[in-house]
């Protein structure tokens, strides 16, 4: 069982090119998300999707954009990629209940240079 | 605003010694309290969450206190042992819908022997 898995793992920008992160979940998970993880500043949402076709902007949404086009395949795009948006990029999933865990991605790390 | 409140940031504790991590937050409508743990270079993984109805939950070394009437809750490790060095994020969750988590900014945790 696969869980949640993202591609690339590593990669390394130059400032304004563009790119796009791929996830994909083997659980069947109504919800999924883009996370982005900075020292000192925790786990802040990028984007979430609650279905199939669906997105929402999440806390820090500025300078990317998601589309999930099938229900297990949730796509982060950078279209002007800034050094600011270097960071560890977590995709995760949850089922759509009360008490939904969260499974994360083992993460991408991106450097914007 | 920054509405899970986690300290400390960072933590040093001997083998054998008791973790304690704490976490405070401010919306009341919050139903669910998860914990999660990171190790490096891996995602966040769920480690043990509890309910606002329920005072405390143990999971082997892991307990959680919640203290309603305070807002707060605390992640406790016993016997602490090198390999519960990580990463450990509070989170808080609101049901109804779109089930938003919101985490805590984390906690290093380093067990020394």
């Known amino acids: 069982n696969a869980g949640v898995t993202q591609t690339p793992k590593f990669r390394v920008l130059k400032t304004g090119q563009s790119m796009t992160l791929l996830c994909a979940q083997d659980?069947?998970?109504?919800?999924m998300y883009w996370y982005r993880q900075d020292p000192g500043m925790g786990l802040r949402l990028i984007h979430y999707?609650?279905?199939?076709?669906?997105?929402a902007k999440g806390e820090v949404p500025d300078g990317y954009n998601v589309s999930r086009l099938k229900k297990q395949n949730f796509l982060l795009g950078l279209e002007s990629a800034a050094p600011s948006q270097t960071s560890v990029y977590f995709c995760?999933?949850?089922?759509?209940?009360?008490?939904?865990?969260?499974?994360f991605g083992e993460g991408s790390w991106l450097t914007v240079v | 605003q920054q509405q899970v409140k986690q300290s400390p940031q960072s933590l040093i504790v001997q083998k054998g010694g008791i973790s304690i991590i704490n976490c405070a937050y401010e919306?009341?409508?919050?139903?669910?309290f998860p914990w999660y743990q990171q190790f490096p270079g891996k995602g966040p993984a769920l480690l043990i969450a509890?309910?606002?109805?329920?005072s405390e939950k143990k999971e082997g070394r892991f307990t959680i206190s919640f203290n309603k009437s305070a807002k707060q809750f605390s992640l406790h490790i016993m016997d602490s042992q090198p390999g519960d060095s990580a990463t450990y994020f509070c989170?808080?969750?609101?049901?109804?819908?779109?089930?938003?988590?919101?985490f805590g900014i984390g906690t290093k945790l380093q067990v020394i022997p």
């Open positions: 995760a999933s949850s089922y759509a209940t009360r008490e939904n865990t969260i499974y």
């Open positions: 659980m069947n998970h109504e919800y």
């Open positions: 999707s609650v279905g199939e076709g669906t997105t």
């Open positions: 919306n009341t409508a919050f139903d669910y």
């Open positions: 509890i309910r606002p109805d329920v």
């Open positions: 989170a808080a969750t609101l049901s109804g819908g779109y089930q938003k988590v919101t």
